[in-house]
């Protein structure tokens, strides 16, 4: 330890400030620093003196091209979603820009993941119906040359998913979809044919607070006949332990 | 929070060409109003150095691509969160892409961690210095990399690892066997030499 260390006390007042703006905290401890924050000036000047410093870092990292590729499936979701809600109104727009924390509470609430939980067998029943009632594919004519975009059927009330596949890359971008349960994490899974068994993936995944996310399929769809999303423990699982959660078939 | 943008003004030329002009800040405005054009030149500002970020936090190709993708879409989908008064528009993407890393590299799983990294891939994808905007940051870029390697070794490592590495102090800790006092000690204490290295680091990577 050196002279300097030895001086600093880190449960002093400032002391989170530094872990803090290297995203170093754990998640218990930023949600408690940041509610620190509002109410402690030393801390917020410390801060903000350290992250001018931790928003120059980026600039030390190799600097790379990124990847055409990633910007037409980009571009794909993103032209899509200005589609979608062209065609559904400025409500949906606004609805999808909400203030954050404003809708998540409401709909975690009334969501079903919750009661899928409580009531798995009712929940498989509701889902099967879905599935039978809802397929739907539709062709992007703006998302880029050869982008095909297939509506998922998710189970989660107001929740919804699309599939789409360019250049033989997959993502499904998911909106509303209501948080994992604690302890719990999405687990993307591929299935090759309608009596094969879902095979895992590496593809675990949380949604933002907005309920929004999009996962690249690992490997692409070739071969494959649906992305299935399930709610798993931590580290994700093998075999799925709940009904899936959201399907999308591979158009 | 509602965003702080001045009104743009009305009759605007809306075309890729027009749109370039424009500063980060007004073309979040036309983002807000869900414009896909402003949002690709956003992109094309950004991408590079979001990707860069993202390899480096990652060290692999398609992880990396991913966190890229969520974090531009997040950006895409959130446009009203994007506050001028906290920075400029590239510190936010960057900031939302390291979010998103580190999102990444803690939900691993144990099957994950043995995966071999795309060693080379430097080498492949190495940014063009196309222009004097992009060789003065790359310029820039050395002095960050210096004045990280100018620290002691102790102080850029616990820097690197938390950065770069998505690890939290306590985990930090563990790995270095030491208390977790001195590894907050030591990432205060590079990064306040870090600041009086560099000046104003934000006026030199902006």
Not at chain 2, 104 to 121: F, H, N, P, Y
Request: with cysteine; glycine share 8%.
């Amino acid at each position: 330890m050196s002279a300097d260390e030895s001086h600093f006390d880190p449960d002093s007042c400032g002391g989170n400030a530094a872990p803090y703006v290297l995203g170093a905290l754990t998640d218990d401890e930023n949600e408690a620093f940041r509610g620190h924050l509002e109410s402690c000036s030393v801390c917020r000047e410390e801060v903000a003196a350290l992250q001018v410093v931790a928003a120059a870092l980026p600039a030390a990292a190799p600097q790379l091209s990124a990847p055409p590729q990633l910007k037409r499936r980009v571009m794909a979701s993103v032209r899509e979603d200005a589609r979608r809600r062209s065609a559904h109104g400025a409500d949906e727009l606004a609805q999808d820009r909400r203030a954050p924390g404003q809708v998540p509470a409401r709909r975690w609430r009334a969501g079903a993941l919750a009661r899928l939980q409580w009531r798995p067998n009712l929940a498989v029943a509701t889902f099967a119906a879905a599935v039978i009632a809802l397929a739907v594919v539709a062709f992007a004519s703006g998302g880029g040359a050869g982008t095909r975009v297939s509506r998922a059927t998710v189970l989660p009330r107001g929740a919804s998913a699309s599939l789409s596949v360019s250049d033989g890359h997959a993502q499904l971008n998911i909106l509303d979809m209501p948080q994992a349960a604690p302890g719990r994490v999405y687990e993307l899974w591929l299935k090759r044919s309608a009596s094969a068994q879902p095979q895992p993936t590496d593809a675990l995944f949380t949604v933002a607070r907005d309920g929004a996310a999009s996962v690249g399929v690992p490997g692409g769809v070739s071969g494959v006949s649906e992305v299935l999303v399930t709610s798993e423990p931590l580290g994700g699982s093998r075999v799925p332990t709940l009904p899936a959660l959201i399907v999308a078939r591979v158009a | 929070m509602m965003p702080m943008f001045k009104p743009l003004r009305s009759g605007g030329d809306s075309s890729a060409a027009g749109l370039s002009v424009l500063a980060d800040e007004e073309l979040m405005q036309l983002v807000y109003r869900g414009q896909a054009a402003a949002f690709e030149v956003i992109y094309d500002r950004h991408a590079d150095a979001a990707f860069s970020l993202a390899y480096r936090m990652c060290g692999q190709r398609a992880l990396a691509e991913d966190v890229v993708q969520e974090g531009f879409l997040s950006l895409w989908r959130s446009g009203a969160r994007y506050d001028r008064g906290r920075g400029s528009v590239r510190t936010w993407v960057l900031g939302i892409v390291h979010n998103r890393a580190i999102d990444a590299l803690r939900r691993r799983t144990v099957r994950e961690r043995g995966r071999i990294s795309d060693e080379g891939i430097e080498e492949r994808l190495a940014a063009p210095e196309r222009t004097d905007v992009e060789v003065g940051r790359r310029d820039e870029a050395r002095e960050v990399r210096d004045a990280l390697e100018q620290l002691p070794d102790e102080q850029s490592r616990v820097i690197e690892l938390a950065y770069f590495g998505g690890l939290t102090h306590v985990e930090i800790a563990t790995m270095l066997d030491a208390p977790v006092g001195t590894i907050k000690g030591r990432m205060r204490l590079g990064l306040a030499k870090m600041r009086m290295t560099l000046g104003d680091p934000a006026e030199v990577v902006q």
